[in-house]
């Protein structure tokens, strides 16, 4: 008797242990999940254009992160990240799982939805799931399109209305707002379903981000991506309302984020911001009203999805460490301290498009590391196809958004920059002195992350510094306009200074010297290259398209002012400042290195568009067609100029120019 009493209790012990967690208070968790959707592209994140009702009250009614990022921004490999809770160098989908690309999730590898089954937990997967192997654990995975969002609520609604004791985990996998076309005139909604209208936008009215440009065809192509996006939220609309109907919203964990950012060039398969910054909205039903509409400053990643989902539905996890964390304990919260840094990681896009990158990222800067540095970037698919960049290579324009083409497709080793002062990400502070100890300072945390996370990577690269060098071939393609020796090609005008020297392979512009030296050729559209150095003070200018003139080249031609911009000592007016267009068009500052260092600048004309890129950041951009005042062009005739001299103003400055070198352009006229 006393042994069967016994056995009894060991039998009831393990019915206890092994009872569901439904036994108790049902949690259910609903994930919405967007496809290739900017972190500010939702009203509620501040949009002023993008119509987002219902994920605007979504944010209303929960906490909504200003610093939530995707850590690889390709399709399939970030839907490994968020349904593993593993960096993408870790679970094996380090690409795309379809077509040709055939990457796959390590066998041992457990999905939520697998470590949820255990639990005894129902789980649904409607639209794109984009993994691979296929989770034979799924309960409820039906057909459908995932760009229809109203079929896709209809199923929802059905999963949702189910009869069953058990505790639910849904996923809406939506296909918005991924580009339904690549071109004209296809942007916009792809599915066009009964019962919900489109919202359509006016291309002028759109908000071009600094990362592209400003054209039509890109202002077009945002309009339509627009319209997904308003289009995607009527349909998240239809499943928040069927969630409240079924009766199990006040038990539901609502999460609604993206898998990265969009499909344009600087955006997808980057981890520049426009690429891993993502929207991320999380609604716990048990929050206190003054917890609700709550906006979070922790800084959080699509690691931490997984993570979180164990920790709302009381799941063990699997035997291997996770490489997140639950975020519940900041949902609700402003601020908690401990949450000021994310790592992402990229490997592959799709299989031809191998660019390893490992970033570190705080709230004030970022660093990245480029593994395949030496390579051409690999622009995907979906980008390249794109109008944005095929109009960018057609029009052979010389800059993307803020950051030269040039510097996109061939990137440095090592990328640091100071996100309060450059947002856009085009100030490469890695080799700068008074940066060295804060990079090694991150690259310490990055490399401390990456041997935790186990990064295969590290037995093969090693996170080093150095600067990027001009390659041989782009080089070969610019002629010297000085030969390091003499003034042979050039002739001097306004004599009466003493004019320049050449020494130790410099051409110099001393103090005591001066006026204006020309190209005895002419030129019409070219790039032009050098470096030159500023002594405090220093004035001087590069003429493009002057006619040979004895004074006032700013005007008879243009000038492109050279200048200190600190050290001057007089009050300058906007258009004065380093790289302006003379009297004219102003550029931005803060692109000069201190005196007596050497810098770097590149002057472009093609046809009226002018472009000054000093040390790598684009300081001008200008369409001199643009200019409709009379007053100006009567003062600045040479604004009209198609073909001139090229020449160094000097200004009684010192002044030292060297790798002088100008590659010719077709005639654009």
């Known amino acids: ?16 242990t092994a009872a569901p967690v439904y036994a108790g208070e ?16 939702c009203g509620c994140y501040g949009n002023p254009v993008v119509k987002t009702p219902h994920i605007d009250r979504l944010a209303r009614e929960g906490t909504r992160y200003q610093n939530a990022f995707a850590t690889t921004a390709s399709c399939g490999p970030s839907r490994g990240v968020f349904y ?35 639990n005894r937990y129902r789980t649904g997967m409607i639209g794109k799931y984009h993994l691979y192997p296929e989770d034979t654990t799924i309960d409820f995975q039906p057909r459908v399109s995932s760009y229809q969002v109203k079929a896709m609520a209809d199923l929802a609604t059905e999963f949702l209305n189910q009869k069953s004791e058990k505790p639910f985990f849904l996923v809406m996998g939506y296909h918005d707002p991924h580009p339904t076309s690549r071109t004209r005139p296809e942007w916009g909604v792809k599915v066009k379903e009964s019962g919900i209208s489109l919202t359509t936008y006016d291309p002028r009215e759109i908000p071009v981000p600094s990362y592209l440009p400003d054209r039509p ?41 993206s898998d990265h950012g969009s499909s344009e060039p600087g955006a997808m398969a980057n981890h520049y911001d426009p690429g891993v910054r993502i929207p991320f909205i999380v609604r716990d039903p048990k929050r206190a009203e003054s917890e609700q509409g709550v906006v979070s400053d ?72 480029n593994l395949e540095w030496r390579s051409k970037y690999p622009l995907p698919i979906d980008t390249l196809s794109r109008s944005t960049w ?27 920059y100071d996100l309060k002062q450059d947002p856009d990400e085009v100030i490469n502070l890695a080799c700068q002195p008074e940066y060295q100890e804060l990079r090694k300072e991150l690259s310490d945390k990055l490399l401390k992350h990456l041997k935790e996370t186990d990064d295969l990577w590290l037995k093969q690269y090693t996170l080093p510094i150095s600067c990027e060098t001009e390659s041989d071939a782009t080089q070969s393609e610019y002629k010297p306009l000085f030969n390091g020796s003499d003034l042979t090609g050039w002739t001097l005008k306004r004599a009466n200074r003493k ?7 410099k051409l110099v512009c001393p103090a005591d010297g001066g006026g204006f030296l020309f190209t005895k050729k002419e030129y019409s559209d070219f790039s032009l290259k050098f470096d030159f150095k500023l002594t405090k003070a220093a004035n001087n200018g590069i003429a493009i398209r002057c006619p040979l003139v004895d004074q006032k080249p700013a005007y008879a031609g243009m000038e492109i002012q050279v200048l200190d911009n600190k050290g001057y000592p007089k009050k300058l ?97």
């Open 573 to 669: 007016k906007p258009s004065q400042y380093h790289g302006s267009v003379y009297d004219v068009i102003p550029a931005k500052r803060d692109a000069l290195k201190p005196t007596g260092e050497w810098n770097q600048e590149e002057i472009i004309c093609r046809g009226s568009k002018i472009t000054v890129i000093v040390n790598d950041i684009p300081v001008l951009q200008t369409d001199l067609a643009d200019i409709k005042d009379e007053q100006i062009l009567a003062r600045h005739p040479g604004l009209r100029n198609q073909r001139g001299h090229i020449g160094l103003l000097g200004h009684g400055s010192h002044v030292e120019y060297k790798n002088i070198r100008i590659r010719e352009f077709a005639d654009s006229h």
């Open 390 to 416: 095929k109009e960018t290579l057609r029009l052979q324009e010389p800059t993307l958004g803020q950051r030269t083409v040039q510097k996109f497709l061939f990137r440095d080793e090592v990328e640091l």
């Open 84 to 118: 593993t809770g593993l960096h993408v160098h870790a679970n094996g989908q380090y690409g795309h799982p379809h077509g040709d690309h055939n990457f796959r999730l390590k066998p041992k590898v457990e999905t939520v939805f697998a470590l949820l089954d255990q």
């Open 1 to 16: 008797m006393r042994r069967f009493l016994s056995d009894l209790v060991i039998v009831f012990s393990l019915f206890l």
């Open 298 to 369: 922790a800084m959080v990643s699509l690691l931490d999805i997984t993570p979180t989902i164990l920790d709302w539905t009381n799941t063990k996890g699997p035997k291997y460490k996770l490489h997140g964390r639950s975020i519940l304990p900041t949902v609700g919260k402003k601020q908690l301290p401990g949450w000021d840094e994310v790592c992402l990681s990229h490997v592959f896009h799709e299989v031809t498009m191998y660019y390893p990158m490992r970033t570190l990222r705080t709230r004030d800067y970022k660093l990245i590391w």
């Open 26 to 41: 049902q949690k259910n968790v609903l994930i919405l999940f967007s496809d290739n959707q900017n972190w500010n592209d």
């Open 499 to 505: 004019g320049y020297h050449v020494a130790e392979g």
């Open 217 to 257: 065809d890109v202002r077009e192509g945002l309009a339509g991506y627009y319209q997904q996006i308003s289009y995607l939220d009527a349909g998240i609309g239809r499943v928040l309302d069927a969630l409240k109907a079924s009766g199990q919203a006040e038990n539901t964990l609502v999460i609604f984020t």
